[in-house]
């Protein structure tokens, strides 16, 4: 699945280094688009038995969507196929895979919401923190180890399931207790264990390589897995699509709940609530995909606005155009949209030239991908669309080649395209190896004192622009054989998006530090 960034245009007052990523040639995957990111197929499920995807199943109330164990044995199937096909890999050997840890807020016994690590959920679909998984590359078996629990825990936690209890909730071939590990790996009498090592490059950080008691036992080659299930990763299968679908879909309606909720006055987190409680209550989406960026006037023009230093606290002023970029996350599989648009439901013509220049880059690539594209290439058309957008409405002069060949484009954009999207936000590990070099940006301010950049700039104009934000249009698509499909269905064009506002105007809305009800404004 991919994210398509349609381009995030920065009218802001300060500066900006965060370098400009781009993505391998799209293949079959579903993306995100700031533009969008990009699919071109799916697997079937021919090989699971239908009795499968009948048995056990995870759903959070009958509104929700039910999700089959059997989705994760198909995703352990196809990773056996991969490493069957490498010649590196000997075929008695197992892959071992250590789950998430459940860790308490620094010294206290209190501890954030366990959420899974993203390829042990990829692989058994479990809920439950300090498990370890086996398969084996030959036979295919599965195998999940669970903590062994202490009596009391049953006091304060509840019901402590038995091993059969977790074999038939996971739909795995055996259970024993995380302390059995190295004597259950023993019987089996394995080549070597197969453990995860890479890097993730967009964060720097390494993936948690598994570690047990008596692992030195054992021959470990930790450099063959990553590259396999990152790959397997990337493309989905039709269960996982449907699970990208449902939550895809309750976070396009959250998006659609705060346009017409969304008051003159009220706090950028507010809105955040807004969202985060549409797609809890009504999708089941416990987890975010990420922090909500709530971004209203020039903090619209901050790429990830609403960290712990600024946390969507500004006051939404009258006409302050937002930029909200928020998504929910199900089963530990996410969604990734951003809506941008005025708070009192008009656009200005200044509001209007922007964010169409934004829209027109979107749609240009959603029409242009297929199977087969150069990703690079889909982000030059974008960067093409939006720079001859900006100077047919006067923000910009001359030639377009030549602005291409100064890269001005990232002047206005400073990110790249788009991003694989599945178990993670940003999936399956950053900035791939075979890549081009990422070029440099130049915020407006450099752009302004550069000659090469800042004849194209008319700057008496680009100054009535100043402090009014950024646009960011993100969808989720998924690029088939048969073409892309849209899984972000929100309001797009200016006329849609004033007309849902308009109707939630006549909705009367709590604010609370207005101390009163506020309908049309």
């Given at each position: 699945?991919?994210?398509l960034?349609?381009?995030?245009?920065?009218f802001?007052?300060?500066?900006?280094?965060?370098?400009?990523?781009?993505?391998?040639?799209?293949?079959?995957?579903?993306?995100?688009?700031?533009?969008?990111?990009?699919?071109?197929?799916?697997?079937?499920?021919?090989a699971?038995k239908m009795?499968?995807l009948?048995?056990?199943?995870?759903?959070?109330?009958?509104?929700?969507?039910?999700?089959?164990?059997?989705?994760?044995?198909l995703?352990?199937?196809?990773?056996?196929?991969?490493?069957?096909?490498?010649p590196?890999?000997n075929?008695?050997?197992?892959?071992i895979?250590?789950?998430?840890?459940?860790?308490?807020?620094?010294?206290?016994?209190?501890?954030?919401?366990?959420?899974?690590?993203s390829y042990?959920h990829?692989?058994?679909?479990?809920?439950?923190?300090?498990c370890?998984?086996c398969i084996?590359?030959?036979d295919?078996?599965?195998?999940?180890?669970?903590p062994?629990?202490?009596?009391?825990?049953?006091?304060?936690?509840?019901?402590?399931?038995t091993?059969?209890?977790?074999?038939?909730?996971?739909?795995?071939?055996?259970?024993f207790?995380?302390?059995?590990?190295?004597?259950?790996?023993?019987?089996?009498?394995?080549?070597?264990?197969?453990?995860?090592?890479?890097?993730?490059?967009?964060?720097g950080?390494?993936?948690r390589?598994?570690?047990?008691?008596?692992?030195?036992?054992?021959?470990?080659?930790?450099?063959?897995?990553?590259?396999?299930i990152?790959?397997?990763?990337?493309?989905?299968?039709?269960m996982?699509?449907?699970?990208?679908?449902?939550?895809c879909?309750?976070?396009a309606k959250?998006?659609?709940?705060?346009?017409?909720?969304?008051?003159?006055?009220?706090?950028?987190y507010q809105?955040?609530?807004?969202?985060?409680?549409?797609c809890?209550?009504?999708?089941?989406?416990?987890?975010?995909?990420?922090?909500?960026?709530?971004?209203?006037?020039?903090?619209?023009s901050?790429?990830h606005?609403?960290?712990?230093?600024?946390?969507?606290?500004?006051?939404i002023?009258?006409?302050?155009?937002?930029?909200f970029?928020?998504?929910?996350?199900?089963y530990?599989?996410?969604?990734?949209?951003?809506?941008s648009?005025?708070?009192?439901?008009?656009?200005?013509?200044?509001?209007?030239?922007?964010?169409?220049?934004?829209l027109?880059?979107?749609?240009a690539v959603?029409?242009a991908i297929?199977?087969g594209?150069?990703?690079?290439?889909?982000?030059?058309?974008?960067?093409?669309?939006?720079?001859t957008?900006?100077?047919?409405?006067?923000i910009?002069?001359?030639?377009?080649?030549a602005?291409?060949?100064?890269?001005?484009?990232?002047?206005?954009q400073?990110?790249?395209l788009?991003?694989?999207?599945?178990?993670d936000v940003h999936?399956?590990?950053?900035?791939?190896?075979?890549?081009?070099?990422?070029?440099?940006i130049?915020?407006?301010?450099?752009?302004?004192?550069?000659p090469?950049?800042?004849?194209f700039?008319?700057?008496?104009?680009?100054?009535?622009?100043?402090?009014?934000?950024?646009?960011?249009?993100e969808?989720d698509?998924?690029?088939?054989?048969?073409?892309?499909?849209?899984?972000?269905?929100v309001p797009r064009?200016?006329?849609?998006?004033?007309a849902?506002?308009?109707?939630?105007?006549?909705?009367?809305?709590i604010?609370?530090?207005?101390c009163?009800?506020?309908?049309?404004?």
């Open positions: 699945m991919v994210i960034k349609s381009v995030h245009f920065l802001n007052n300060g500066s900006w280094n965060k370098p400009l990523k781009l993505l391998r040639s799209i293949r079959s995957s579903v993306f995100h688009f700031e533009f969008t990111r990009i699919s071109t197929r799916t697997i079937t499920t021919t699971i009795s499968q009948r048995s056990a199943y995870y759903s959070l109330g009958e509104h929700t969507l039910s999700v089959p164990a059997a989705l994760f044995a995703n352990r199937q196809r990773l056996v196929e991969r490493l069957q096909n490498n590196k890999i075929r008695n050997s197992v892959v895979l250590q789950g998430g840890s459940d860790e308490s807020r620094y010294c206290s016994d209190v501890g954030p919401v366990f959420r899974q690590e042990f990829w692989s058994f679909g479990v809920l439950e923190p300090d370890f998984g084996g590359v030959g295919g078996r599965s195998i999940l180890f669970v062994r629990l202490p009596d009391e825990y049953a006091v304060w936690m509840g019901k402590i399931p091993l059969d209890d977790y074999k038939q909730r996971y739909d795995v071939d055996s259970v207790y995380v302390d059995q590990v190295a004597e259950q790996l023993k019987n089996l009498k394995p080549h070597s264990l197969l453990t995860l090592n890479g890097t993730n490059s967009d964060s950080k390494t993936c390589e598994a570690v047990f008691d008596g692992i030195s036992e054992f021959k470990v080659e930790s450099g063959l897995l990553h590259a396999e990152a790959e397997c990763r990337v493309i989905k299968t039709e996982e699509m449907q699970v990208l679908r449902y939550v879909d309750i976070s959250a998006h659609v709940e705060v346009m017409k909720k969304i008051r003159s006055g009220m706090k950028e809105c955040e609530a807004i969202f985060t409680n549409y809890y209550y009504n999708g089941g989406c416990r987890h975010s995909s990420y922090t909500c960026i709530c971004g209203s006037g020039n903090n619209g901050v790429l606005y609403g960290h712990a230093g600024a946390p969507n606290d500004k006051t002023n009258d006409g302050d155009m937002c930029l970029d928020m998504g929910g996350e199900y530990c599989y996410t969604s990734d949209i951003t809506c648009f005025p708070s009192n439901g008009k656009f200005t013509r200044e509001q209007k030239i922007v964010y169409n220049a934004v027109e880059a979107n749609q959603f029409k297929k199977p594209v150069c990703w690079v290439d889909m982000h030059v058309l974008a960067n093409r669309v939006m720079l957008y900006l100077r047919d409405n006067g910009l002069q001359g030639d377009i080649d602005m291409m060949k100064a890269n001005l484009a990232a002047t206005f400073p990110h790249g788009g991003h694989f999207m599945g178990c999936d399956v590990g950053g900035y791939l190896e075979g890549c081009p070099e990422r070029p440099k130049a915020l407006l301010d450099k752009a302004l004192a550069d090469t950049l800042s004849k700039l008319n700057s008496d104009v680009i100054q009535k622009f100043r402090g009014t934000g950024g646009v960011r249009i969808d698509i998924h690029v088939t054989e048969n073409g892309a499909e849209l899984l972000s269905r064009s200016v006329e849609e998006i004033e849902v506002m308009a109707e939630g105007q006549k909705q009367e809305v604010v609370p530090q207005l009163k009800s506020v309908g049309k404004q």
